[in-house]
């Protein structure tokens, strides 16, 4: 089972863990210098009884004493929990004060110096300092060791008195943590509950303002989608209430040349029969072109499959559909036709060039002509479809392309869909539409700049 990764997790992952990490760092540090200077004190103690020690050396007949008066030397023997043990001797190891087994232990420092070092003495861990002096001409030695009870007690200490607080530092750090994370990602909650809790139709914009920085990126990438679905549910609308409109003037001539059918004599049957097939094939034609563009309008470039297509080759194809319709409406079918290959669909740009034609062989008069052209210029390949007819004015070119756009003057049997189609397949081919005025200053001229070439 996959596991969606979450944003609160990993910033909890980030800030926890670090400030974890530093405060057992830290905890470690205070507690390892506390340590430190807590048991330089103790040494310096030793130190320090040591010297007394020192100070308290005579030579009595030759020989080194200490007169260490007896309430010293129980404060000695009696530092609190400790057991402070010394000893004395000469330069020939002639112990003539304290505990011989010192001597043993010993580590000579050099002559005015002293040395800390950790022994055993009588089965139990010991501190001991060892001092180098000198009286006269006599030089001695003088040894202080102590029991570690007082230094453990010590460490537990510091230990205790540095764990709590920095136990209850790092509680409160978690527990600010959690809420600053909760609270820092409470306007992403807040966002997912304004999305989820509209319906399904209500497209209004997300309020940007109030969105933090870094949302508001988010914020407004979810708006712009929302003005495009409003757009595009717009224009659904609107297709599909111009789609009503244009179905409905054809059905309702059929109906009625049904009913006017059932109530001719014989001899009529047979031209009603023709209009009924002409009114069917209006029909066709409608309902093929509202699927066509319905279709197309729902597809993107990355969802088409495309070929090189020779657009000569196609035309060629194409056209011999369109040369009976011309021939019967007396129009002429001219080609001037530049090898060009494209990258392409072949049934999309199949269908781009029939609606061409069929535009242009539909609104060209008798007697009229129709120029298809098809140029290789600069990388680019220039394909038109140029009519004698009584072509657009200027003010309605712009509009053409515009589903269900038709001119009054336009014939009937129009229903304003070619034109879109073919805007449609140039957008997802990404060519260029234009349309002008024809050549011999009326007429229609479309033009399609395709700028993928296919070598």
Known sequence: ???????????????????????????????????????????LGLLDNALD????????????????????????????DDRVTYAAWDDEGRVFSGNSELLHLS?????????????????????????????????????VAQTLHGRSSLTDGIFASILLPEVLLALVSIAVILFGVRFALSPVKLLRNEIISRSSVDLRPIEEATAPAELFPIVHGINELLENLAASFASHRRFI???????????????????????SPPDDVKKLLRELLATTQRTTHLANQLLSLARLEHTEQSMIEVAAVDLGYLFQEVSADFVTLAARKGVDLEFDLQPARVWGSPLMLRELLANLLDNAVRYTPAGGRVMVGLQVAENKVLLSVEDNGPGVPEAELGKLGTPFHRLPSNQPEGCGLGLAIVREISRLHEAEVSFCSGSEGHGLKAIICFEKLAR
């Open 1 to 43: 089972m996959n596991h969606r990764s979450s944003l609160y997790r990993m910033l909890l992952k980030w800030l926890l863990g670090p400030v974890i990490l530093i405060l057992l760092i830290g905890s470690i540090l205070a507690y390892l210098f506390s340590l430190r200077a807590a048991m330089n004190v103790y040494d």
């Open 53 to 80: 020690l020192s100070k308290q050396i005579e030579i009595h007949q030759g020989k080194m004493t200490i007169n260490l008066p007896p309430a010293a030397q129980q404060m000695l023997q009696e530092n609190n």
């Open 107 to 143: 580590v000579l420092p050099v002559e005015g110096n002293h040395v800390f070092r950790d022994v055993v003495l009588n089965g139990e861990e010991n501190r001991a300092v060892f001092l180098r002096g000198k009286t006269g001409v006599s030089g001695y030695y003088i040894a």
């Open 241 to 263: 209430a111009d789609a009503a409109h244009q179905l409905r003037t054809p059905l309702a001539s059929l109906s009625s040349q049904i009913e006017v059918g059932l109530e």
